[in-house]
């Protein structure tokens, strides 16, 4: 690679970036607009025209704030910490195909490069709990970390039955396999999925590490400024990501009839986004005794027959 | 430009993994285990080995490590100084044995100088996946038993109700 090629690489990277914050931005306003619809309430309506510049309003609030180090806090991973979870979730969306031509890195790994990612982001919640050195993010850090590596698990699993349909770990190549949306292939899987989705995001019902009422917002109580603001758009990028690995993974991506591709994976992606936020209005968060045994004794051999009977079927189906 | 990130990524490796030795704190011991695992993965990844990479990062950086991190905060281990630095009264012979292999690795390296090659080949995910259920099955069969007893007996050692 030339100079030109790398300045071109590193500028399509900042185009996408700032077109994910832009993306987060209107996730956090479009989640409380849903909510308010939902609950029948008006939501957020004095910034601008119909709130809209709402989120704009709360990054400037958190921005000015006072940068506060807690002084019982281990002061360099106190600040690392919340950095990791945006980065990492971030960082996944370099593989993810929009369009048959819209991507920005096909590797031939891309959905262990999703999976590894996604195994890191638990640091970055596991540490702030840590680093706050005070017993409720502690409490909740520790939550955080056996909730996400339960549910990895059947995740990683649930994407084997599509691998094996596929032949392939490239997410350009699984979309195109797909002539057939794999949810209706796989739909265990799928639900398999969308199920340890939310659970990884944090998402209600499996928002433990963050239970308001009992842990007193969980890992983040101690953090403030714009430490939160990185906790909280890494958690909106999270949402996003699982919405277009399902779209990607599941629904055929950017097939569809009639209209163009792009707005074909917008339209599943929106849509999914609205049933995770309509998911959260919905329904009570779950007990932790309750959401351990959900992830090992039901997700996870669920997963594992998926996997047994789809590599059986796909032996006599496939040739080799 | 491949040079210059592997040899960054390279010392960032070395320092991490030294790093380890120096720190007095056990979370922050782990932390520079973990960059110098991701910091391997990396490097797996320029000499084109990609699957490795990423079971690298998933299995060592993102299982296992945030299991050692996991039991350190429940454990609730923090510094201790005084021993850190000190050595262990019985260096001397494990030092002298460590010495022996490497000065055989250099006998070894110049004997057998590496051939100069620019063009890498990257090896994809399907021809490991061949190598190991093709020539290589029983050894990855034997394997699993050996992880599947493993489980077996840490289910064994931690069942409820043991006299």
């Given at each position: 690679?030339?100079?030109?090629?790398?300045?071109?690489?590193?500028?399509?990277?900042?185009?996408?970036?700032?077109?994910?914050?832009?993306?987060?931005?209107?996730?956090?306003?479009?989640?409380?607009?849903?909510?308010?619809?939902?609950?029948?309430?008006?939501?957020?309506?004095?910034?601008?025209?119909?709130?809209?510049?709402?989120?704009?309003?709360?990054?400037?609030?958190?921005?000015?704030?006072?940068?506060?180090?807690?002084?019982?806090?281990?002061?360099?991973?106190?600040?690392?910490?919340?950095?990791?979870?945006?980065?990492?979730?971030?960082?996944?969306?370099?593989?993810?195909?929009?369009?048959?031509?819209?991507?920005?890195?096909?590797?031939n790994?891309?959905l262990?490069?999703?999976?590894?990612?996604?195994?890191?982001?638990?640091?970055?919640?596991?540490?702030?709990?840590?680093?706050?050195?005070?017993?409720?993010?502690?409490?909740?850090?520790?939550?955080?970390?056996?909730?996400?590596?339960?549910?990895?698990?059947?995740?990683?699993?649930?994407?084997m039955g599509v691998i094996i349909l596929s032949g392939s770990f490239s997410?350009?190549d699984i979309?195109a396999a797909q002539e057939l949306?794999f949810?209706?292939l796989q739909?265990?899987?799928?639900?398999?999925?969308?199920?340890?989705?939310?659970?990884?995001?944090?998402?209600?019902?499996?928002?433990?590490?963050?239970?308001?009422?009992?842990?007193?917002?969980?890992?983040?109580?101690?953090?403030?400024?714009?430490?939160?603001?990185?906790?909280?758009?890494?958690?909106?990028?999270?949402?996003?990501?699982?919405?277009?690995?399902?779209?990607?993974?599941?629904?055929?991506?950017?097939?569809?009839?009639?209209?163009?591709?792009?707005?074909?994976?917008?339209?599943?992606?929106?849509?999914?986004?609205?049933?995770?936020?309509?998911?959260?209005?919905?329904?009570?968060?779950?007990?932790?005794?309750?959401?351990?045994?959900?992830?090992?004794?039901?997700?996870?051999?669920?997963?594992?027959?998926?996997l047994l009977v789809t590599a059986f079927l796909g032996l006599f189906w496939m040739e080799g | 430009?491949?040079?210059?990130?592997?040899?960054?990524?390279?010392?960032?490796?070395?320092?991490?993994?030294?790093?380890?030795?120096?720190?007095?704190?056990?979370?922050?011991?782990?932390?520079?285990?973990?960059?110098?695992?991701?910091?391997?993965?990396?490097?797996?990844?320029?000499?084109?080995?990609?699957l490795?990479?990423?079971?690298?990062?998933?299995?060592?950086?993102?299982?296992?490590?945030?299991?050692?991190?996991?039991?350190?905060?429940?454990?609730?281990?923090?510094?201790?100084?005084?021993?850190?630095?000190?050595?262990?009264?019985?260096?001397?012979?494990?030092?002298?044995?460590?010495?022996?292999?490497?000065?055989?690795?250099?006998?070894?390296?110049?004997?057998?100088?590496?051939?100069?090659?620019?063009?890498?080949?990257?090896i994809e995910p399907k021809a490991v996946g061949h190598a190991l259920f093709g020539p290589y099955l029983?050894?990855v069969e034997?394997?699993?038993?050996?992880?599947?007893?493993?489980?077996?007996?840490?289910?064994?050692?931690?069942?409820?109700?043991?006299?």
């Amino acid at each position: 690679m030339n100079f030109a090629q790398w300045l071109l690489a590193l500028s399509s990277l900042g185009l996408a970036l700032l077109g994910l914050l832009f993306i987060a931005a209107l996730m956090v306003y479009g989640e409380r607009k849903i909510l308010a619809l939902l609950q029948d309430r008006l939501g957020p309506n004095r910034a601008g025209p119909f709130g809209l510049l709402q989120p704009i309003a709360d990054f400037l609030k958190l921005l000015t704030k006072e940068h506060f180090v807690p002084p019982f806090a281990d002061r360099n991973i106190y600040i690392i910490a919340p950095i990791i979870v945006p980065f990492t979730a971030l960082l996944s969306f370099v593989v993810v195909p929009v369009s048959d031509d819209w991507w920005l890195a096909d590797l031939n790994i891309a959905l262990l490069f999703i999976l590894a990612l996604s195994s890191l982001r638990v640091y970055g919640i596991m540490l702030g709990g840590w680093a706050s050195n005070s017993k409720y993010p502690l409490f909740g850090g520790l939550r955080s970390a056996a909730q996400m590596i339960s549910y990895e698990l059947p995740m990683g699993l649930a994407l084997m039955g599509v691998i094996i349909l596929s032949g392939s770990f490239s997410l350009v190549d699984i979309v195109a396999a797909q002539e057939l949306p794999f949810i209706i292939l796989q739909p265990i899987g799928f639900i398999i999925f969308l199920v340890c989705g939310i659970a990884e995001t944090n998402r209600l019902p499996f928002d433990l590490p963050e239970a308001e009422n009992e842990l007193a917002s969980g890992y983040n109580t101690e953090y403030g400024d714009i430490k939160f603001a990185f906790y909280y758009l890494g958690e909106y990028i999270g949402v996003l990501l699982i919405a277009v690995l399902i779209t990607v993974l599941f629904l055929g991506g950017w097939h569809g009839p009639w209209i163009p591709g792009v707005f074909w994976f917008m339209l599943k992606t929106l849509t999914l986004i609205f049933l995770f936020f309509w998911l959260r209005t919905s329904l009570p968060r779950l007990r932790y005794d309750q959401l351990m045994n959900c992830g090992w004794k039901f997700l996870l051999p669920a997963a594992l027959i998926n996997l047994l009977v789809t590599a059986f079927l796909g032996l006599f189906w496939m040739e080799g | 430009m491949y040079e210059v990130i592997f040899y960054l990524t390279a010392a960032i490796a070395v320092l991490a993994a030294g790093a380890i030795l120096k720190v007095s704190h056990p979370v922050h011991a782990a932390l520079y285990l973990v960059i110098s695992l991701l910091a391997l993965a990396l490097i797996f990844f320029l000499l084109g080995a990609p699957l490795l990479a990423a079971l690298q990062v998933m299995i060592y950086a993102g299982a296992i490590m945030v299991l050692f991190l996991f039991l350190i905060m429940v454990m609730n281990l923090r510094s201790e100084r005084n021993q850190s630095l000190s050595l262990p009264s019985g260096w001397k012979g494990p030092a002298i044995l460590a010495l022996i292999l490497w000065l055989e690795l250099m006998l070894l390296l110049n004997r057998y100088p590496a051939e100069e090659t620019n063009e890498m080949t990257a090896i994809e995910p399907k021809a490991v996946g061949h190598a190991l259920f093709g020539p290589y099955l029983v050894l990855v069969e034997a394997a699993a038993v050996l992880l599947l007893a493993a489980l077996v007996a840490a289910l064994y050692l931690s069942r409820k109700g043991r006299s």
